[in-house]
């Protein structure tokens, strides 16, 4: 129930940060929960290669975020990792990883 949610807030917010952009998003995938799955990986692709964000620490927020669900899960945790987000924040993230590796 989890994994869901958290695709559908990241696609969400990944539209409205794109909002100027075409991306190819799969029709079928608006209402069939497997086929969301199967597509957010390559919106999240097409996200990353065009995001653009004044705001350093917001900019690598979202592109953890993104890389995420793009499934670069060793380049999101090296971005984890670096001073910008805080040891609050690093241990929220940190956590969602492990999350993210049991469920596979």
Do not use: W
């Not at 909002?19 to 995938?29: G, L, M, T």
């Amino acid at each position: 129930m989890r994994k869901p949610l958290c695709l559908a807030v990241i696609f969400l917010t990944a539209a409205s940060l794109a909002a100027a952009q075409p991306f190819d998003f799969p029709e079928a995938a608006v209402g069939d929960a497997a086929a969301l799955t199967k597509a957010m990986p390559a919106l999240a692709e097409q996200v990353i290669a065009t995001y653009k964000e004044d705001d350093r620490g917001k900019y690598l927020d979202n592109l953890f975020r993104l890389q995420m669900v793009a499934g670069h899960y060793s380049a999101a945790a090296d971005r984890a990792e670096r001073p910008v987000f805080g040891a609050a924040r690093f241990r929220r993230q940190q956590e969602g990883l492990r999350l993210q590796h049991r469920a596979l």
